[in-house]
C-alpha cells in the first residue's frame, strides 16, 4: 500500500553554514533558535517555501515546525536539533526511530558508554557537543558491527547537557541527549 502524498511532514536539510526547511502543508509555524535559545528565524501562517536561512554558525539550532492543512487542521510536527553539517530528512523518520543510540548510565558523574549494537555495519563519526555546540570529544569509528559499546569521559567538563552525535557516511545523524552530573 502506498502513502498518502498528505502524509509527510517538513524536509529539513542542514549543510556546513545553512539550513532549508521545505514544507509538505499549506500552513505553516516554523521557529528555529540558536543553542541559547535565541530566535533565529520565524515564521507563523503562510510562510516561505522553501525557508532559507543561511550564515549559520558552529552552535546547535533547535528546530520546531508545526504544520497544517488550509483549514489549520494539525497535520504533523518535527522537534530536531541540528549541528551544522548535518542533514536530517523527515520522510525517513520512521526508519531513524527504530534505531536508538542508548547511553548508560544516564545522567552520569562524567564516564558513560554507547551501545553501537543498533548502528549499521559502516565507518563513522561519535561526537560530543556541549550545549554551546563546540566539540568536546571526538572519535573515528572503522566498523560499528566490530564492537559493542564506546565509552566516553567527560569528568573534566562541566556538569549539564552534552549532545552524543553520531554521523554515518550517508548523511544520517542519531542524537542523544547525556546529563553529566559529576559536581
Not at 501562517?45 to 536561512?53: A, E, K
Not at 541540528?82 to 536508538?100: D, H, Q, S, W, Y
Request: hydrophobic share 40%; proline share 5%.
Amino acid at each position: 500500500a502506498g502513502t498518502p502524498e498528505n502524509s509527510g511532514c517538513a524536509t529539513v536539510v542542514m549543510t556546513a553554514d545553512d539550513l532549508t526547511i521545505t514544507p509538505s502543508q499549506p500552513i505553516q509555524i516554523i521557529k528555529v533558535f540558536d543553542a541559547n535559545w535565541n530566535f533565529v528565524f520565524q515564521c507563523s501562517g503562510n510562510c516561505p517555501n522553501p525557508v532559507f536561512i543561511d550564515n549559520l554558525t558552529e552552535q546547535i539550532y533547535h528546530i520546531k515546525v508545526d504544520e497544517y492543512d488550509a483549514n489549520w487542521n494539525f497535520v504533523c510536527k518535527v522537534r530536531l536539533d541540528l549541528f551544522p553539517g548535518g542533514a536530517a530528512n523527515l520522510r525517513n523518520k520512521e526508519i531513524l526511530k527504530n534505531i536508538k543510540i542508548a547511553i548508560h548510565p544516564n545522567p552520569t558523574l562524567g564516564i558513560f558508554t554507547i551501545d553501537t549494537q543498533e548502528l549499521p555495519s559502516t565507518t563513522g563519526l561519535v561526537r560530543i557537543y556541549n550545549a554551546m555546540g563546540q566539540v568536546i570529544q571526538e572519535r573515528k569509528v572503522e566498523d560499528f558491527s566490530r564492537q559493542n559499546s564506546l565509552e566516553f569521559d567527560l569528568r573534566s567538563q562541566s556538569s549539564g547537557l552534552y549532545y552524543v552525535v553520531v554521523h554515518l557516511p550517508s548523511g544520517k545523524i542519531f542524537t542523544e541527549r547525556v546529563i553529566v552530573d559529576g559536581h
